[in-house]
C-alpha cells in the first residue's frame, strides 16, 4: 500500500502511521535507524580495505591516519577533524548541527569508548557516530 500525496507532494501523517505498522516492530540499535552518509574519503577507505584490517580498531585507525586526523597513534587532530567535519556539512544538507554535535562532545572533550584496549581513533569515530545519530535530520531518519 502507498501513501497518498497530498497537494505538496508529501504522504499524509495518517497514511505514514499505517505504513509503519505494517512493517511491525524491530528491535534494530538505534543506531541502524539513522542513515548517516559515509564521512570517510573514498580513497582512504579503500587503501584500509585491502587487505580488510581484523580488530575493532585497525581499519579505523589505518583511515584516520591516511586522513591526518591523527598526530600520533594516540592525539587526535583536532583542527584537521573539526575542518573534514565541517567541509562534509557543506557537502550533506541538514547534518550541520549533528557535525557541531559531534565537534563538541567527541572533539572539544576528551572520552572513552572502553574497547579492551585503547584506541583514540575508534574513541573519536564512535562518539562522531553516537552524537551525529542524536541530532540526526528527519529526512535521514528510517525507522
Known amino acids: 500500500m502507498s501513501p497518498r500525496l497530498l497537494p505538496t507532494g508529501k504522504a499524509s501523517y495518517g497514511d505514514l502511521l499505517t505504513q509503519e505498522r505494517q512493517r511491525g516492530a524491530t528491535l534494530k540499535p538505534i543506531s541502524a535507524c539513522c542513515d548517516i ?5 573514498p ?18 585507525q589505518c583511515v584516520f591516519e591516511k586522513s591526518g586526523f591523527l598526530v ?4 587526535l587532530n583536532k583542527d584537521v577533524y573539526k ?22 562532545d567527541c572533539v572539544d572533550k576528551e572520552l ?8 583514540r581513533a575508534y574513541d573519536v569515530f564512535t562518539c562522531t557516530g553516537i552524537a551525529m545519530l542524536k541530532k540526526c535530520p528527519t529526512k535521514a531518519w528510517i525507522c
Do not use: F
Open 37 to 41: 552518509p559515509e564521512l570517510g574519503d
Open 72 to 75: 600520533d597513534k594516540n592525539t
Open 112 to 119: 572513552r569508548q572502553y574497547l579492551d584496549y585503547p584506541c
Open 83 to 104: 575542518r573534514h567535519l565541517r567541509k562534509w556539512a557543506e557537502s550533506h544538507e541538514g547534518w550541520t548541527d549533528a557535525v557541531e554535535k559531534a565537534i563538541t
Open 43 to 60: 580513497k582512504h577507505l579503500t587503501e584500509c580495505s585491502k587487505p580488510k584490517l581484523l580488530g575493532p580498531c585497525n581499519d579505523v
